[in-house]
């Protein structure tokens, strides 16, 4: 009974994310000048010009309706002098407003800040669960009833009633609020480890400025800032690269997925 009860739980959950939650993703317009490539499992649009390549390619496939959307860019110097390549090569509109394309050092910040607000609410949560817990461990409670008859001089009469008494035992409140402790720092340890996780992905993946040479290339991923899709909704993107003297114009549209 309990795992028919998990499994229609699981298809209910299934359900709602599905149907409650679309997701959205990025598609590039391929036009007749640009070349479609895989490299390394990434399906990527290639603009080529005499002395310079910008690759471009979708990172946001089936993601949330989110604030942002994620791409890749890879730049070729093939035959250009000596250029800088960053995000702030890259302009990106979304129906036809500029959007802002976040730096290496913006993105990380945000994760930090993530971080920490997650750490700072954790403790507090904790401290005010371990207090709980050590008072209702702490203060024991006994309950209970008496009667009886007592005898004199004039006779007899019943008592009877009831009695409460409460106790404080200081060990068991120490304890509960030791194992309080304990799972609040388990959570903050597996917050901090996600963390340091996303950060490293950044550290590897995300665009940073870079000097291109001649015969050299560099990319990586960028976050572009953008409204949410509203019902019915698609944003038209156009993605300008400048490399060296060289523009590389690309369009795309954000969409929700198909049900």
Do not use: W
């Not at 590039?28 to 479609?36: D, F, G, Q, R």
């Not at 917050?191 to 992905?201: F, M, R």
């Amino acid at each position: 009974m309990g795992k028919s009860r998990n499994f229609a739980l699981g298809i209910i959950c299934i359900g709602l994310l599905s149907g409650c939650f679309p997701t959205t993703s990025v598609v590039i317009n391929e036009k007749p000048t640009h070349k479609v490539i895989v490299y390394d499992g990434e399906k990527l649009t290639v603009s080529t010009k005499n002395r310079t390549a910008a690759s471009i390619g979708s990172k946001t496939i089936s993601q949330p309706n989110d604030k942002s959307f994620e791409l890749l860019v890879i730049a070729e110097n093939k035959s250009a002098s000596e250029f800088i390549f960053n995000t702030e090569s890259i302009n990106v509109t979304v129906n036809g407003k500029s959007a802002k394309v976040y730096t290496y050092a913006e993105r990380k910040k945000i994760i930090e800040k993530q971080r920490d607000i997650a750490l700072i609410a954790t403790a507090l949560g904790g401290a005010m669960e371990a207090y709980g817990n050590s008072m209702n461990a702490g203060y024991q409670t006994t309950s209970g009833s008496f009667s009886g008859t007592t005898y004199g001089n004039y006779g007899s009469y019943n008592t009877f009633g009831t009695y409460n008494s409460t106790t404080y035992n200081a060990a068991a409140a120490q304890a509960a609020s030791a194992q309080s402790q304990a799972n609040t720092n388990n959570q903050m340890d597996r917050i901090s480890q996600n963390s340091n996780s996303n950060l490293s992905d950044l550290k590897y993946s995300y665009l940073k400025a870079s000097t291109m040479n001649k015969n050299s290339a560099y990319g990586g991923s960028i976050i572009v800032a953008a409204p949410k899709l509203k019902k019915g909704e698609k944003q038209l993107i156009e993605v300008k690269v400048s490399l060296g003297s060289d523009l590389h114009s690309f369009t795309l549209q954000r969409r929700f997925d198909p049900k």
